[in-house]
């Protein structure tokens, strides 16, 4: 099956800071999503691109589907910005894969 | 317009025993797809539902069982609890897997 790695596992900042994080799969996917877990375990949508760059305030992603990766932007990081962010992809018609994820700590 | 909805949010259940959990999908999504998470496995896909008929299904053992209803609710059955199933378990909807998916608040599971 697809192979989804993210990268940094972890990573611990200052409020204020901006962030990169990123995420490789192994193969031809035709859905891919970052979602952030909040502290009760629910998955919130961040973005779903399969492809091409969106924005949504301060966040923003880049999927490059022909290199196979995707870039989720974080700028001006608050507090509530911790918490787990996941890529997760879908390949054919199978449910989502998802990376392991990366560990965000905002501190004040 | 409503989320997704699962019940119940917690649940503790005995070795041995069964348990159900429900999901409520957007409304207008005909496909709902559950999810397993630990703090070993990550999160790890069990199933999904497309009008009623289980499309594909995670490497995961026939203890594990689902169906969906008309009203494209959908149900996971986990027979013979044991400690390992203890998890948050995630429902999300779709319009199908070309679009997003919107997932529920969880149902977290524990087994003693």
């Known amino acids: 099956g697809i192979q989804v790695e993210q990268s940094p596992p972890d990573l611990i900042l200052q409020e204020g800071a901006n962030s990169t994080l990123r995420c490789n799969f192994s193969?031809?996917?035709?859905?891919l999503q970052w979602f952030h877990q909040n502290p009760w375990g629910q998955l919130i949508n961040l973005f779903y691109?399969?492809?091409g760059t969106k924005q949504n305030g301060r966040l923003s992603a880049t999927t490059v589907a022909t290199e196979r990766y995707s870039l989720l932007y974080i700028s001006s990081s608050q507090t509530t910005d911790s918490g787990v962010y996941f890529c997760a992809v879908v390949e054919g018609a199978d449910g989502l894969t998802f990376g392991k994820g990366t560990h965000l700590i905002i501190q004040p | 317009k409503a989320g997704v909805t699962q019940t119940p949010r917690y649940l503790i259940k005995t070795r041995g025993q069964q348990v159900t959990l429900s999901c409520s999908p957007i409304?207008?999504?005909?496909?709902v797809s559950w999810y397993q998470q630990t703090p070993g496995q990550g999160l790890q896909f069990l199933f999904e539902y497309f009008s009623e008929t289980q499309r594909n299904k995670g490497n995961f053992p026939g203890r594990f069982s689902g169906r969906q209803f008309s009203n494209s609710r959908s149900e996971m059955n986990v027979s013979t609890l044991e400690l390992g199933d203890s998890a948050l378990y995630l429902c999300?909807?779709?319009?199908?897997?070309?679009?997003?998916?919107?997932f529920g608040s969880g149902t977290r599971l524990t087994v003693v």
């Open positions: 193969d031809s996917v035709n859905n």
């Open positions: 409304s207008g999504h005909r496909s």
């Open positions: 999300a909807s779709s319009s199908g897997t070309s679009y997003g998916y919107t």
């Open positions: 691109i399969p492809s």
